[in-house]
Each structure stands twice: as C-alpha cells, then as structure tokens.
C-alpha cells in the first residue's frame, strides 16, 4: 500500500515538473497493470541542463526516458522485472520503426532511470552498474549500455542545489533535508512555487485515507512541512507588507510623500509596534525621525 501511496505523489511532481519540458505520459507504456510511480518522457527539444533550474532532473530528461521511482530498496526480482518491461517497449518500437521502413539505433531507445532511496553494492556488482563520474555525480549507477538502465542511489547524492528535486524523492532525513532546502528557496522560486502547489494537491487526494501506515504517515508529515511552513512564510510576510503599508501611509498622512530617506525610515519603524511607531509617525518632525531611525544606521 505504501508504494502505490507513494507512487500518487511520484506521478504528481514528476509530471508537474517535466511537463513544461515535454510530453509526460503517467503510468503510460512500460507499466502493463502496475502501479510503481512511473512516467515516460519525451522533451520537446534540446535542454539546456547547464544550470537548469531543475538540475540533475533536468539532465535525466534530456533524452526519452521512463522514471521509475521505488519507496523501498529493490533487489535482483524488481530489476529483471524493469528490464523485461523496457525489452517490451525496445520490441514495440523497434516493430513501428520497421513499419516505416526505419532501423533505430541504441540511442535512440529510451533509458529507464530507476529511483531507489538506497542500492547495496551486491545488487549494483551483479547487475554490472558502474559509475561514470566523467560527466554524472555520485549515486547514478549504469548498467552496461546494451540495457538503456541506469540506477539513481538518493542516499548517495550529494547534497547540492543540483540534487535537491531528486532528493525529495528520498525517505525520513534525506527528504526532510530536501524539505528544508526548499523551504529556504526565495518565494519567488517558480520551481518551488510549482512544487508546493503539487505537494498540497496532492496532500488533498490523501487525506481521505482511513487506513494509513506509519510509513505513509511519515511520507505525509515530511511533505505537509514542507507545505505549512511556506504558508506560515507567506502569512508572515503579508502580515509584514500589511504593517508596512500602514507605516508608509502614516508617513504619507504626516509628510504628503514617501520618499528615500523616509522609506529607510519605515524600514525601521516596522522593529517596533504599532504603539509606538503610530504616535511617532503622527508627531515626529521629518527631522527628529532622520536623526533617530536613519543618521545612526
């Protein structure tokens, strides 16, 4: 339960976040009756993934690709099962090239990228994934190309701006890592914005479950964090915009107009409470507020 539990929200960010960057198909070709937080991707165009905002997401997606995403360690069974499905989707497309008189090369076929929060080494060594450091990070492990499989190891990541939207696809610390960083992201962020606005849909489909594991509960403990905090964060800076406004136009109501320097003095009065920046602003020469709030900055 805790897979297709976690495979809701999967399906979510990954098709919000790659959408704009291509056609996203959910639980598309490669998954017959399963249900494992998969999407099949196909960019637009060439991305720029030097500095991507959506960094090593954005380089995984650089070419066609399925994504798919586990809540728990997988071994031997879970890979050849990956495998059997992409030799499908390699025979059906191989089927449609021919129909149209056309041969496809090795890349031309999709990778299948397989997201675990954490990969033994046995299962890395017998399956002949190796690291390709040259132009990958740590954690992404290939299989010899004729698979078109590589192996994404969350827990070995490093934790840099480039990892972070695939990261939160880790579990307990490493995702509440993630939280944290994109809690700390400015408001602004349009990825940030996008991810929250996932988070909190996605948030609203769960709910309504009755029977929820620990698991499942740590999953949405983790991403509501993320959620409450930037609306607690938001709440606090309208609530700041809103004092703001109320000093300016006191200022305003004094002076007839805000300029420069009585701007740097709102920026002041706004550490103190209404109490006592009303009767300042109210009473105060233009003069007395420089000399106190701007002279000794």
């Not at 606090?236 to 006191?250: A, F, H, P, T, Y």
Request: charged share 25%.
């Amino acid at each position: 339960m805790t897979q297709k539990f976690y495979s809701l929200f999967v399906e979510h960010y990954l098709e919000g976040l790659l959408s704009p960057l291509g056609s996203v198909e959910v639980s598309g070709v490669i998954t017959d009756s399963e249900r494992r937080g998969i999407v099949l991707f196909f960019p637009k165009g060439t991305i720029q993934t030097e500095r991507h905002s959506l960094g090593l997401l954005a380089k995984v997606a650089q070419s066609d690709c399925s994504i798919e995403v586990y809540y728990e360690q997988i071994g031997e069974t879970e890979v050849r099962s990956c495998l059997h499905k992409l030799l499908s989707v390699f025979s059906t497309l191989n089927c449609h090239a021919s129909a149209e008189g056309k041969t496809l090369d090795d890349n031309d076929l999709p990778r299948l990228w397989i997201v675990v929060p954490l990969a033994s080494q046995d299962l890395l060594k017998g399956f002949g994934a190796q690291l390709e450091l040259e132009n990958w990070t740590t954690g992404i492990y290939f299989l010899p190309n004729v698979f078109r499989i590589a192996i994404v190891a969350i827990n070995q990541l490093p934790v840099t701006s480039e990892t972070l939207w695939l990261r939160l696809l880790g579990r307990g610390a490493i995702q509440k890592q993630a939280v944290s960083e994109i809690i700390a992201l400015p408001p602004s962020d349009l990825v940030r914005r996008n991810v929250l606005e996932i988070i909190y849909r996605w948030r609203i489909s769960v709910m309504t479950q009755t029977e929820l594991t620990r698991d499942n509960q740590e999953l949405i403990m983790n991403l509501t964090q993320a959620y409450e905090e930037a609306r607690a964060q938001a709440v606090q800076e309208g609530v700041q915009l809103e004092r703001r406004q109320v000093v300016e136009n006191l200022l305003r109501f004094r002076f007839g107009s805000v300029d420069e320097e009585l701007s740097r003095v709102a920026d002041s009065l706004l550490q103190l409470t209404p109490e006592e920046f009303t009767p300042l602003c109210l009473q105060s020469s233009r003069e007395e507020l420089l000399a106190r709030f701007v002279s000794h900055r």
